[in-house]
């Protein structure tokens, strides 16, 4: 049984560990250098609380591994844009095509829907077949790309934007709610 729970700074040394091979080998994050367990539980920190970090498990409740984490971000610092996300995806290779990420990506779309927010952007670099199809089994559309956005392993890149619209854009739009208020949704 996968287990979906709000990450806790336990979870750090784990999110790290999957997220490390992506930033080592391959082209899905365009960081260089991993970052440690202590980064990845600053990372969790600066969202105050605001912005839900959530993990798939092996197994219901605190005990199973975390094979997978999903969180979104502030998409950009002014102010216009808090209604809107940048959200990101990363399962462990031994996770891979097993359910747990669309599972994990539902409750995180679901969460985001539930604290108000109006869209969630996903930035995928290309070609990444297996993201795109995750991204728009949960409901993201292709909207744009960026043209050789990152150098890597010896090549440009470019990144896929896709867009999921979370709630109807009202006028003028609600602030959206804390994560620390709602924790994990799931519908």
Same mark, same amino acid.
């Given at each position: 049984m996968?287990?979906?729970?709000a990450?806790t700074?336990d979870?750090a040394?784990?999110i790290a560990?999957?997220y490390?091979p ?6 899905a994050?365009?960081?260089i250098?991993?970052p440690?367990? %202590?980064?990845?539980a ?5 969202s105050e609380?605001y912005?839900?970090?959530?993990v798939?498990?092996n197994?219901?409740?605190a ?9 979104a971000?502030?998409f950009?610092d002014?102010p216009?844009?808090r ?7 990363y399962?462990?290779?031994?996770a891979?095509?097993?359910g ?5 990506y539902e %409750?995180?779309?679901?969460t985001?829907r ?9 930035m995928?670099?290309l ?10 089994a949960? =409901?993201?559309r292709?909207?744009?790309?960026? !043209?050789e %956005? =990152?150098?890597?392993h010896g090549?440009w ?8 619209e979370l709630?109807?854009?009202? !006028?003028?739009p609600?602030?959206?709610?804390p994560?620390?208020?709602l924790?994990?949704? !799931?519908?």
């Amino acid at each position: 049984m996968i287990g979906i729970r709000a990450a806790t700074p336990d979870d750090a040394a784990a999110i790290a560990a999957i997220y490390a091979p992506n930033v080592l080998t391959g082209t899905a994050s365009f960081e260089i250098e991993p970052p440690d367990a %202590a980064t990845m539980a600053a990372r969790m920190a600066s969202s105050e609380g605001y912005y839900p970090w959530i993990v798939a498990t092996n197994g219901d409740g605190a005990d199973g591994g975390v094979i997978g984490y999903a969180y979104a971000s502030k998409f950009r610092d002014r102010p216009a844009y808090r209604y809107v996300v940048e959200s990101s995806i990363y399962m462990a290779d031994t996770a891979q095509r097993r359910g747990a990420g669309r599972l994990l990506y539902e %409750a995180l779309v679901d969460t985001l829907r539930a604290q108000g927010f109006v869209h969630a952007f996903g930035m995928i670099t290309l070609p990444n077949d297996s993201s795109i199809a995750l991204h728009e089994a949960v =409901g993201f559309r292709r909207t744009g790309v960026f !043209r050789e %956005a =990152g150098y890597k392993h010896g090549q440009w890149i470019d990144v896929g934007i896709w867009q999921c619209e979370l709630n109807e854009p009202a !006028r003028p739009p609600e602030e959206p709610k804390p994560f620390h208020e709602l924790g994990v949704v !799931r519908v």
